[in-house]
């Protein structure tokens, strides 16, 4: 083991020197899904900027990500969509063997939502 492991996105994570594969493993998938998330984002605010739909991006926290959207319209199912199709689009970017999938929940505050 040399230290450190490649990330989906080819940067090196380094790993704590007491390791165990269980360790590795769990490092590789958490830098994993905070690599899909973050740029699912990325994509995602890119995309609703450029068709000007106003939002705001209040919360990403490991891999759930929340948005303040005017609720008419459609839109905050439209924005949910747009989320869910960046994750699919960046799973094929980054050359997933399985192709990904996101999930979304609407409501008007945290608690309707988990």
């Known amino acids: 083991m040399k230290g450190y492991i490649t990330a989906l996105d080819g940067r090196l994570v380094k790993l704590p020197e007491q390791r165990h594969t269980g360790m590795i493993l769990g490092g590789y998938l958490q830098s994993g899904e905070s690599i899909i998330v973050k ?31 005017i609720d008419r319209e459609g839109i905050p199912e439209y924005v949910a969509n747009v989320m869910c199709d960046s994750i699919v689009s960046v799973g094929e970017i980054l050359g997933m063997n399985c192709p990904l999938l996101g999930s979304q929940k609407l409501g008007y505050n945290w608690y309707e939502v988990h």
Do not use: G, P, S, Y
């Open 39 to 69: 740029n699912a984002v990325i994509q995602t605010c890119q995309k609703l900027r450029k068709e000007k739909v106003d939002f705001k991006l209040v919360n990403l926290v490991h891999d759930e990500v929340e948005f303040e959207v």
